[in-house]
């Protein structure tokens, strides 16, 4: 369908439009417009209302999307649950069970194998640019970080992949060695990153992630209030630690499950701040779905997520992501970004009207990672987008879109998903 070489010309697709912002043409409910798309070059050299054409190919109305960007990832755990499950399904045993995994088996091949294994997939699904924490805790650092580079540059030009450190806001009471991370975070050009408790020095601690990243120039990712705990509100104070420390960079923050459990007022002033203080919020709404509120075998009564909606309300960039990926912290998933959103739409109603959230998915990422030209569809872009069977977005929705044709620099690539048993050596003591 696509053609391997030349220009070509795609009359008869649907373009959303918050994803083309250079198309004039009539919209649909949803926000799909009939399209033409001329390619040549690897470039998109025309985006026009639907015409006539002699010599082009009708897709028949099908869907075409940018592709994805996976603003929140953890691929150095990736696919590790055959050997070390989530004995419980709660945060706690994900977390020591990851940590016990990191300690026995993370060597530089085995996060390599794992690492690309991930990437593969993201790739066959139409990821374009991926950010992966990375466990950044004493000596794992030294291991994992190499490791990252040496992916980075594998995979360049494929996915354009960001590394952020991973360590628990206790972790920044040692100065000395968090100046160091920091330092080594910066050498490979990555993104500074915490998670953050309700510890009793959590403002000094926050002022001095703060102080690394404007001595690095270093962008900040946070973990923030993964719990169901109402006094959990540190994104709350990330916000009031932005503004007080006048940091200027970008600033994403994940999770930040507890605000959806507390009152109205608090929220409120939670939304203010972090309005005002300029930061994104990214909601990982599979891995949160799977862990919050699970316990005692009783029926979960809430879904985990964060207050999206409020926040896009108020103008704070916001996004979703796939987060983890057959470890213990989420038991399945694939770096699909189409399925994150199928599910996305589910659990946080992103529909009713679809509106501009397809962005959450693809423009608003991008931007955070500061990618230029990733995550819309433009006159003299790149062609990296995906062709979908769907037709509607109850079509392109109610399927995996598995025969989805995914195109890179105007050429379809092979979307061969690499075989589970390319890691059973890695399951094995």
Same mark, same amino acid.
């Given at each position: 369908m696509i053609p391997t070489f030349g220009? #070509?010309?795609?009359?008869?697709? @649907?373009?959303? @439009?918050?994803?083309?912002?250079?198309l004039s043409a009539p919209f649909d409910a949803d926000g799909f417009g009939l399209a033409d798309i001329a390619v040549a070059d690897g470039k998109i050299s025309s985006i026009t209302a639907h015409g006539r054409s002699a010599d082009a190919i009708d897709l028949a109305g099908r869907i075409i999307l940018p592709c994805f960007v996976d603003c929140h990832t953890h691929i150095d755990k990736g696919h590790i649950w055959p050997r070390k499950p989530n004995p419980d399904g709660t945060f706690l045993g994900a977390l020591n069970a990851a940590g016990a995994d990191r300690v026995a088996r993370w060597s530089a091949e085995d996060l390599a194998r794992r690492m690309d294994f991930s990437l593969r997939c993201a790739y066959a699904h139409g990821t374009r640019a991926l950010r992966t924490h990375i466990d950044s805790v004493a000596p794992q650092e030294e291991i994992s970080w190499p490791v990252f580079e040496t992916m980075r540059e594998a995979w360049r030009g494929r996915i354009e992949l960001q590394g952020a450190c991973l360590l628990g806001i206790e972790g920044v009471r040692d100065k000395k060695w968090f100046d160091r991370l920091a330092k080594r975070v910066a050498a490979a050009k990555g993104v500074l990153? &915490?998670?953050? #408790?309700? &510890?009793?020095?959590?403002e000094e601690l926050l002022d001095h992630v703060f102080a690394q990243a404007i001595k690095h120039g270093l962008d900040l990712d946070f973990h923030a209030d993964e719990t169901d705990d109402i006094s959990a509100i540190s994104l709350k104070k990330i916000a009031e630690a932005a503004l007080w420390n006048g940091f200027e960079g970008k600033i994403l923050v994940g999770h930040c499950c507890s605000l959806a459990r507390q009152p109205d007022l608090d929220v409120l002033d939670t939304l203010d701040k972090v309005a005002k203080a300029g930061l994104a919020v990214v909601s990982l709404p599979m891995c949160n779905l799977y862990l919050q509120d699970r316990s005692d075998q009783t029926t979960p009564r809430w879904r985990g997520v964060t207050l999206l909606h409020e926040m896009k309300a108020r103008g704070i960039p916001v996004a979703v992501a796939s987060d983890n990926t057959r470890d213990p912290f989420y038991a399945y998933g694939d770096l699909d970004m189409l399925e994150v959103y199928r599910m996305a739409t589910r659990i946080l109603h992103l529909d009713h009207p679809v509106a501009d959230w397809p962005q959450a998915v693809t423009a608003t990422p991008a931007d955070v990672m500061r990618l230029d030209g990733f995550g819309t569809l433009a006159s003299g872009g790149d062609a990296d987008f995906i062709v979908f069977k769907g037709r509607s977005w109850t079509e392109l929705l109610s399927r995996p879109e598995s025969d989805r044709i995914v195109v890179r620099g105007g050429k379809a690539i092979d979307r061969q998903l690499p075989d589970y048993a390319e890691l059973d050596e890695l399951m094995v003591e």
């Open positions: 220009s #070509y010309h795609l009359a008869n697709v @649907r373009l959303h @439009r918050s994803l083309a912002p250079g990153g &915490v998670v953050t #408790y309700m &510890v009793p020095d959590l």
